[in-house]
């Protein structure tokens, strides 16, 4: 999972950092803004948040942009390692970011590569030179090969283009006004500028925009099936981005209305609080709060300082993150029965410490809630859950895992519920039921049946 940015028209590189800012929940490795000065591609990039690039007081044409999520090599240790892993990438005349994971990569990479963006950027440059510099040649050779998730957006001639493979998989909208057009991984880009947004990227689709305003649209790799990322509508995508037509506050809304069900079919005691998670589960804990008629209480408050733990990159660092991530509002927890909601639990690492620390602080009973079901295969499409081992659900049924964070009840939601809350029948949940919708991914199943366990992504082990 990172942000994609694409602008073309007048802008302030001080305004296009303040835009990709939006994105910065989508990746918090690093971050890296390119544009065209002259004829030359300028690169300025900064560990950590995009409040931190240090940018020339200047307003190009045309400007790309990336928040760094690593799902493929490391994570960025020193300045050092920003040309190296840390995008937008260059190559001869082509410029491009990318969002999303290339489970094939070594199987057509002609040497090793640190991201799957560098490797994308080399492989289209060579694919133009080999097709007379026809960009809908480069792509359709390039999308032939790959397998996984790509939402790209890129320079070429001066120009700006849009592609996403022909399953979908990661969101990329556009919308224009009279001197900007603007391509992002989430619509809350254009909210912040007063653009509407016009539509979502077709799977499959590649759009180019021309300085004149003219757009072109050429169907690439079409596909009668797509495999939407259901977690962009759980955990990754801001509450107000809309993606395929949804408000993903609307659709965290319905999970908590979900939930309600299921907590009601369980005959517990009916909590003092609805408590969420901050940030992403609070639609969902108004909605359950609302259905049960009991009052919601924020007593668990987020450090604002730090970043989301689920993306960082060790399980080191998540123990030492989450133990000074939340606040809490001691007065309000004493002799209480709680019912937590959170998004997911996918290592239980967070839902483990909150729970100690809510019955160390005196609540009576605790509860625990997952707008999402249960997470037991890895991910090789852009989450950064790629191996078995390291997803609780896996290797644990739901009694062990209640045992395991200390819940006194343990509620889960059902996968039907899921799909339903979301309004959309192709999404792609992979990491739920293991079925993988794309050929190689699948491979990667089968060559690791009968292999133990390791430390090492998945797709980066299995070559073809």
């Not at 709060?289 to 604002?304: F, G, H, S, W, Y």
């Not at 960082?312 to 993150?321: L, P």
């Not at 997911?344 to 509860?367: C, E, H, N, P, Q």
Request: glycine share 6%; aromatic share 8%; charged share 25%.
């Amino acid at each position: 999972m990172c942000g994609v940015l694409g602008i073309l028209g007048k802008m302030p590189l001080s305004m296009a950092r303040e835009l990709l800012l939006l994105l910065a929940h989508r990746g918090q490795d690093a971050a890296g803004l390119l544009w065209i000065s002259g004829n030359e591609y300028i690169e300025a990039k900064a560990m950590g948040s995009p409040a931190f690039i240090e940018l020339p007081d200047e307003s190009p044409k045309i400007i790309l942009g990336s928040t760094r999520y690593p799902t493929i090599g490391k994570r960025v240790g020193t300045e050092k390692d920003l040309d190296i892993f840390v995008g937008p990438f260059q190559a001869e005349q082509i410029a491009l970011t990318h969002n999303g994971n290339i489970t094939n990569m070594a199987v057509y990479a002609e040497k090793d590569y640190f991201t799957d963006a560098q490797f994308i950027t080399d492989k289209l440059a060579k694919y133009l030179s080999e097709n007379n510099n026809i960009l809908p040649d480069a792509i359709r050779k390039l999308s032939s090969e790959l397998d996984g998730a790509f939402s790209i957006v890129g320079i070429h001639e001066g120009k700006l283009f849009a592609f996403r493979d022909s399953r979908g998989f990661k969101p990329l909208v556009f919308g224009r006004s009279k001197d900007l057009t603007v391509i992002a991984s989430e619509s809350t880009v254009h909210s912040m500028i007063g653009i509407d947004v016009e539509r979502d990227v077709y799977p499959g689709e590649l759009l180019i925009f021309s300085q004149d305003g003219k757009l072109e649209s050429f169907s690439i790799s079409q596909n009668a099936l797509h495999s939407h990322c259901f977690f962009e509508y759980v955990y990754f995508a801001h509450p107000a981005t809309t993606i395929e037509n949804q408000l993903v506050y609307d659709v965290r809304f319905r999970l908590g209305r979900a939930l309600a069900s299921a907590f009601k079919k369980m005959n517990i005691e009916t909590p003092d609080y609805v408590v969420p998670v901050p940030d992403t589960s609070r639609p969902a804990a108004q909605a359950l709060a609302e259905a049960l008629d009991v009052p919601m209480r924020e007593i668990i408050l987020k450090n604002r300082y730090l970043g989301r733990t689920f993306i960082v990159r060790t399980q080191e660092e998540r123990n030492a993150m989450a133990k000074s991530k939340y606040i809490y509002l001691t007065d309000k927890i004493r002799n209480k029965t709680i019912l937590v909601v959170d998004d997911s639990i996918v290592r239980g690492t967070t839902a483990k410490m909150i729970v100690k620390d809510l019955k160390g602080l005196g609540a009576s009973k605790v509860y625990f809630a997952a707008t999402c079901p249960p997470q037991d295969h890895p991910c090789y499409y852009g989450i950064d859950i790629s191996t078995g081992k390291e997803l609780i659900a896996s290797n644990s049924r739901k009694e062990e895992i209640r045992k395991y964070i200390g819940a006194d009840a343990l509620i889960y939601q059902d996968i039907n519920d899921l799909v339903n809350a979301i309004g959309l029948k192709d999404l792609c949940l992979a990491c739920l039921d293991g079925d993988y919708p794309t050929e190689h991914a699948r491979y990667i199943q089968e060559q690791l049946q009968d292999e133990e366990e390791s430390d090492s992504r998945d797709y980066e082990r299995v070559i073809g």
